[in-house]
Nanobody
Framework: QVQLGESGGGLVQAGGSLRLSCTVSGRTFSNFAMAWFRQAPGKEREFVAAISWSGGSTNYTNSVKGRFTISRDNAKSTVYLQMNSLKPEDTAVYYC?????????????????WGQGTQVTVSS
C-alpha cells in the first residue's frame, strides 16, 4: 500500500518562505511522477506543481511560477516544494500526490495516491 506523508507547513508572514516535504512509502518512489495541490477555504482543490520521475520535467501553475520550486530526492523517497515570496492568497492546505504517469498527471491532474495534507497560512 502506498502512503504519502506531508510535513513542513506552518504560519509565515507575507514575503517569507517555507519548504514542504512529502515522503512516499510502500512502492518504489522513482516509479512515480509527483505533484503538489492546494485547497483554500471555500475553494476547489487546485494543481500547484508537478515533477517527473527523473526530475527532468517540471510544471507549475501560473500563479506560483518564479516563486515556488518543486524538486525530488529519489534516494530519500521525498518530494519538496520550496515556497518563496509567499502571499496571503497562498494560504491553503497543501497535498502531495503520486501518479504512475507524468503526462497523465498533468492531463487529468488526478493522482493515484494522496497525502493527508499540511496547512500553510500566510499572514499579511
Amino acid at each position: 500500500q502506498v502512503q504519502l506523508g506531508e510535513s513542513g507547513g506552518g504560519l509565515v508572514q507575507a514575503g517569507g518562505s517555507l519548504r514542504l516535504s512529502c515522503t512516499v512509502s510502500g512502492r518504489t518512489f522513482s516509479n512515480f511522477a509527483m505533484a503538489w495541490f492546494r485547497q483554500a477555504p471555500g475553494k476547489e482543490r487546485e494543481f500547484v506543481a508537478a515533477i517527473s520521475w527523473s526530475g527532468g520535467s517540471t510544471n507549475y501553475t501560473n500563479s506560483v511560477k518564479g516563486r515556488f520550486t518543486i524538486s525530488r530526492d529519489n534516494a530519500k523517497s521525498t518530494v519538496y516544494l520550496q515556497m518563496n515570496s509567499l502571499k496571503p492568497e497562498d494560504t491553503a492546505v497543501y497535498y502531495c500526490g503520486a501518479r504512475w504517469d507524468y503526462d497523465l498527471l498533468l492531463l487529468y491532474q488526478t493522482p493515484n495516491f494522496w497525502g493527508q495534507g499540511t496547512q500553510v497560512t500566510v499572514s499579511s
